[in-house]
C-alpha cells in the first residue's frame, strides 16, 4: 500500500528563517500530494495540493514541489513568521479511492 | 463555509463501555471519513463512507464500527472501549474521491 515519510519531527526557527520540510513518498499510482497545517486545538486544514500535472503549489506564501525521480516532495517558504507555528503534515492520496495517508507530522516553533 | 463538527469534544469512558462519537456536515457532500491522531504521529483513517448507508473499512478498522444513516451524520462507534482506543478522534467529509477534505475540530477520547 501507499506509504508516506515525514522524519523532521521538530523544526524551531526565528521569524524571516527560510523553512524546508520533506517528504519522501511511495504508491503504485499517479501520486497526488497535499500538505496540511493544524493549529492547536483544530483539525488539519488543506494548504497546498501539487499533482504530476502541475509539479508545484503556492499558498500564502509557502510553496510545495515535488520531485518523481526521488520520491520526494517539499514545503518551502523564504521568510516564517511567528504565526506560521503549527503542525505540518505531508499526505498522499490514493490514485483509487482517495483515501490519505499522512506523515507523522513537523512541529514548527518560530521565535520571534 | 464548510462546517464539520463533532460531537463530543471530550470524552472519558470506562474500559468495556460503549462509546459513541458523532459527526454532522452541511456541506452536503457525499464522503465522510473518521481518523485517529495519536502524540507525535499523524492521522489514521479508521472508516469512511461514500454516501448514506455506506461504510468501507479504513487502514485501523478494528474494534470501530461506523454509521451513515443519513447524508449528514456519521458516527464512530465503540462497542468495548479500550485504554489503547485513547486518542483525539476527527471527522472530515469530501464532495469526491479526490476533493479537498474538511476536518472537525477533533474529539479528545480518554478511556480509563
Known amino acids: 500500500g501507499d506509504s508516506v515519510t515525514q522524519k523532521q519531527g521538530q523544526v524551531t526557527l526565528s521569524e524571516d528563517d527560510f523553512l524546508f520540510i520533506n517528504c519522501t513518498y511511495s504508491t503504485t499510482t499517479y501520486p497526488t500530494l497535499l500538505w496540511y497545517v493544524q493549529y492547536p486545538g483544530q483539525g488539519p486544514q488543506l494548504l497546498l495540493k501539487?499533482?504530476?500535472?502541475?509539479n508545484k503549489g503556492i499558498s500564502r506564501g509557502f510553496e510545495a514541489t515535488y520531485d518523481k525521480g526521488t520520491t520526494s516532495f517539499h514545503l518551502q517558504k523564504a521568510s516564517v513568521q511567528e504565526s506560521d507555528s503549527a503542525v505540518y503534515f505531508c499526505a498522499l492520496v490514493d490514485g483509487n479511492t482517495g483515501k490519505l495517508t499522512f506523515g507523522d507530522g513537523t512541529v514548527l516553533t518560530v521565535k520571534p | 463555509e464548510a462546517a464539520v463538527t463533532q460531537s463530543p469534544r471530550n470524552k472519558v469512558a470506562v474500559t468495556g463501555g460503549k462509546v459513541t462519537l458523532s459527526c454532522n456536515q452541511t456541506?452536503?457532500?457525499?464522503?465522510m471519513y473518521w481518523y485517529r491522531q495519536d502524540t507525535g504521529h499523524g492521522l489514521r483513517l479508521i472508516h469512511y463512507?461514500?454516501?448514506?448507508?455506506?461504510?468501507e473499512k479504513g487502514d485501523i478498522p478494528d474494534g470501530y464500527k461506523a454509521s451513515r444513516p443519513s447524508q449528514e451524520n456519521f458516527s464512530l462507534i465503540l462497542e468495548l472501549a479500550t485504554p489503547s482506543q485513547t486518542s483525539v478522534y476527527f471527522c472530515?467529509?469530501?464532495?469526491?474521491?479526490?476533493?479537498?477534505?474538511?476536518f472537525g475540530p477533533g474529539t479528545r477520547l480518554t478511556v480509563l
Open positions: 456541506n452536503n457532500h457525499n464522503n
Open positions: 501539487v499533482t504530476t500535472a502541475n
Open positions: 463512507s461514500y454516501g448514506a448507508g455506506s461504510t
Open positions: 472530515a467529509s469530501g464532495g469526491d474521491i479526490y476533493a479537498e477534505q474538511f
